[in-house]
């Protein structure tokens, strides 16, 4: 492996252990959702350049566009998913206000005011309005 | 170079484990799960550099993929039924 490759891959590489040491080392689970999400796909991201500049064929840079590219798009939306969901029935360290509780009691007191002004005999959900 | 490499990546996903088995909750452990697919996808990544081969970067897409998909399942789950 030529040397620029081999620096990128030993980046990534690097960045994928320090997220690891942070998803253990930090002792709440949103902060464990920082750490295990952003850092392993910046290394990806960097060890995908460094392959790049290893093969050079423009089928391995184009697959590794759509690696880089899948990853992007999903690995956040997967992580957010998985910290609301968790909203409640994990025990969290927050240092202000928690903004996602106050939205829920908003979400709840508006379905039910529309619930009676319907008269319809629906149960209020805590589910947000819908897009 | 890649021996390096591949050795910090098998560290990193020795320690996505501990958590894996260590964690208090069940969206502790999906999220270790998450971040020691990407890991794996790295190490895979490295042996394709390594090789040559375009079978083994078709195959890290659908690993992407799946995890992707398996987390959002479990947090689906876990909306639904508390962790």
């Given at each position: ?17 320090v997220g690891a040491i ?110 | ?83």
């Amino acid at each position: 492996m030529n040397a620029v490759g081999g620096l990128f891959v030993i980046a990534g590489a690097l960045l994928a252990l320090v997220g690891a040491i942070g998803v253990v080392r930090f002792e709440d689970f949103l902060s464990r959702i920082h750490a295990a999400s952003k850092a392993p796909t910046l290394g990806l991201i960097l060890v995908a350049t460094g392959v790049a500049f290893e093969l050079g064929t423009l089928l391995a840079f184009s697959t590794l566009t759509l690696l880089v590219a899948l990853q992007l798009l999903t690995a956040p939306v997967a992580t957010h998913m998985l910290g609301r969901a968790a909203h409640g029935h994990v025990e969290v360290h927050l240092d202000g206000e928690d903004e996602l509780a106050r939205d829920k009691l908003l979400w709840a007191a508006a379905s039910n005011a529309s619930a009676e002004t319907d008269g319809s005999g629906a149960a209020p959900s805590a589910e947000p309005p819908g897009p | 170079m890649t021996s390096i490499a591949l050795a910090i990546i098998s560290a990193a996903a020795f320690v996505f484990m501990y958590r894996v088995l260590r964690g208090p909750s069940l969206p502790d452990r999906a999220i270790a799960l998450d971040g020691l697919l990407t890991v794996v996808v790295l190490g895979v990544l490295v042996a394709a550099g390594e090789t040559g081969s375009s079978l083994l970067l078709a195959t890290v897409l659908v690993v992407v993929l799946a995890s992707f998909v398996a987390t959002s399942a479990i947090a689906r789950f876990v909306e639904r039924r508390g962790a």
